[in-house]
């Protein structure tokens, strides 16, 4: 198994148990103690999950989250000893996949990191996958090389992003509940409120300002098709 997992954790007794179980099942582990430190090995290295304490010197956990959500959709568990709901809810609202309160038992980390792992792995295209190209109106999806165009011009894009275009460009014009797009992009047994996707559907505007997303209100959001 050469997974990478990167590990945030500034009480270095926590560090090293969660450290000692993820390498006793075979992955590989980069722990660090600051955001800063980790936001390097991002840059860098890229692992396949992070371990993220909230509660950490300089660049608090929910920032580090942020700054990975502007361009990757990689799983993020966050530890923190705050256990109140609207805690929790921030943490994922702002792209954590996962929420453990302290004091957690290690095993149960472990599974969670292995179901994420299981789930990331799955969302990444296969070698062997036929070219397929879904066009409608001005958008463009590549589904084979994971690639987005609009307009003539490639936009970088994250795979929940990828995955949230072509479920709706696959129908243009139907009006998708956020109970079921949640589900479709993030897997039946996510933790998190559906407000993830009134959030992955902002980042997209931004990205493509003329792209016809529509809000149903009350319902959830569909891609108008372009007529001539």
């Not at 560090?15 to 955001?35: F, P, S």
Request: some cysteine; proline content about 4%.
């Amino acid at each position: 198994m050469n997974q990478m997992i990167g590990l945030v954790e500034d009480d270095p007794n926590i560090r090293d148990i969660v450290e000692g179980y993820l390498n006793k099942e075979g992955y590989q582990v980069i722990a660090v103690d600051t955001a800063e430190k980790a936001w390097d090995i991002f840059q860098e290295q890229t692992p396949d999950l992070w371990v993220l304490d909230i509660m950490l010197p300089g660049m608090d956990g929910y920032e580090f989250c942020k700054k990975i959500r502007q361009t990757s959709e990689v799983p993020i568990i966050i530890i923190s000893a705050k256990d109140e709901e609207v805690d929790k809810i921030l943490g994922l609202e702002l792209g954590g996949d996962d929420y453990l309160t302290k004091p957690f038992s290690p095993r149960e980390l472990v599974a969670r990191a292995k179901r994420h792992l299981k789930r990331w792995q799955a969302m990444k295209p296969s070698e062997v996958e036929e070219q397929d190209t879904i066009v409608a109106g001005e958008l463009e999806l590549n589904d084979a090389e994971r690639q987005a165009y609009f307009q003539g011009e490639e936009i970088e894009v994250t795979t929940k992003e990828f995955e949230m275009l072509k479920i709706l460009a696959s129908q243009e014009n139907r009006a998708f509940a956020r109970e079921e797009l949640l589900i479709k992009v993030w897997g039946e047994d996510y933790y998190g409120s559906d407000r993830a996707v009134d959030d992955l559907i902002k980042r997209l505007r931004k990205k493509m300002k003329d792209l016809p997303i529509e809000t149903v209100w009350g319902h959830g959001y569909r891609l108008k098709e372009k007529r001539t």
